[in-house]
C-alpha cells in the first residue's frame, strides 16, 4: 500500500511558478504531494513521431545508404538535394611544390562560403600528411556542397549519407 505524504516547501511552490507560470501558482490550502508507489512511465514518442528505431540506429551506414568520393585537383559537387548530410573522411597530401588546398563550400549559385579548408605547405620532400573530418551539413533548395583540391596529390575522400529530409524527418539506412 503506498504512502502519501505532503510536500511543503516555498522553493519548490516558487519553481513551479517559474516553470508553469500558467498555473497561477497554488491556490490557498493546496500543497503537493507525493507517494512511495512506483508509477512506470512510458515513453511513445518515437513511434508517435512515425518512426520505430532509434536515432543513433537510424544515422547506420550501410551499402546503399552511403555515396563515396574522391576528390583531386579539381572541384566536384558532392550533394546537390535539399535535407540534412553527414560527410565524412579524410583529407591527404603528399609533399609537392607550393601550397595546396582542400576545401569543402557551400553554394547556392552565386554565394560561395567555405565550411572547412585544409592547407598543406611545401616543407621539404617526401612529407605526407593525413587528417580526419566528420560534419554535418543542412541543404537548402538550390544549394550544393563542393569539395575542392587545389593541386595533385591533394585528396579529400570520403562518403555522404543523407540523416534526415529537409524537414528533419530521420531517414533510415537502406
Do not use: H
Not at 519553481?15 to 512510458?42: C, E, R
Amino acid at each position: 500500500m503506498a504512502q502519501e505524504f505532503v510536500i511543503k516547501s516555498q522553493d519548490i511552490e516558487n519553481k513551479v511558478n517559474q516553470l508553469l507560470p500558467s498555473q497561477g501558482g497554488f491556490q490557498a490550502g493546496v500543497d503537493f504531494s507525493a507517494s512511495t508507489m512506483i508509477v512506470p512511465i512510458v515513453d511513445l514518442t518515437e513511434t508517435a513521431e512515425g518512426g520505430t528505431t532509434r536515432q543513433d540506429l537510424q544515422s547506420a551506414l550501410s551499402l546503399t545508404s552511403c555515396t563515396a568520393f574522391s576528390v583531386e585537383n579539381t572541384t566536384s559537387t558532392l550533394i546537390n538535394t535539399t535535407g540534412y548530410f553527414r560527410v565524412f573522411g579524410a583529407f591527404s597530401g603528399a609533399s609537392g611544390t607550393g601550397a595546396r588546398t582542400g576545401t569543402f563550400n557551400l553554394t547556392d549559385g552565386t554565394t560561395t562560403k567555405a565550411l572547412t579548408s585544409f592547407r598543406l605547405d611545401p616543407t621539404g620532400s617526401n612529407v605526407n600528411f593525413v587528417t580526419q573530418y566528420d560534419f554535418i551539413v543542412f541543404l537548402a533548395a538550390g544549394d550544393s556542397l563542393t569539395a575542392t583540391s587545389s593541386g595533385s596529390n591533394i585528396f579529400l575522400i570520403g562518403n555522404t549519407r543523407q540523416l534526415a529530409d529537409i524537414s528533419g524527418n530521420l531517414v533510415n539506412p537502406i
